[in-house]
């Protein structure tokens, strides 16, 4: 198993960018796709943006799709979630996740890191 931990969250305003980072040991992460979800307070876990082994290939939801840029460099085995534009809908909990093969639900992925905190105000 692969042990993930992020980090890079924070309070914002609304319009302003945050970087998160996530952070692999146990493994090497480019043997696994790398995606992040979230979580509101009272909602499900939803997809944000997933990744591929390689980082050729990338997806987004459609909440998020032209301000969040998901990245990875597999060297230093960690991958990021590049946050422009932030909305107060954006607040959540946010999670980095990992697995062998690309999934878009919570239950495709293993392995899951603590989750850092990302707070936008209005």
């Known amino acids: 198993q692969v042990q993930l931990v992020e980090s890079g969250g924070g309070l914002v305003q609304a319009g302003d960018s945050l970087r998160l980072s996530c952070a692999a040991s146990g493994r090497t992460l480019s043997s696994y796709v790398v995606a992040w979800f979230r979580r509101a307070q009272g909602k499900e876990r939803e997809f944000v943006a997933r990744?591929?082994?390689?980082?050729?290939?990338?997806n987004y939801a459609d909440s998020v799709l032209g301000r969040f840029t998901i990245s990875r460099d597999n060297a230093k085995n960690t991958a990021d979630l590049q946050m422009d534009s932030l909305k107060p809908e954006d607040t959540a909990v946010y999670y980095c996740?990992?697995?062998?093969?690309?999934?878009?639900?919570?239950?495709?992925?293993?392995?899951w890191g603590q989750g850092t905190q990302v707070t936008v105000s209005s």
């Open positions: 990744i591929s082994k390689s980082g050729t290939n990338t």
């Open positions: 996740a990992a697995d062998w093969t690309l999934g878009w639900a919570p239950v495709d992925y293993n392995n």
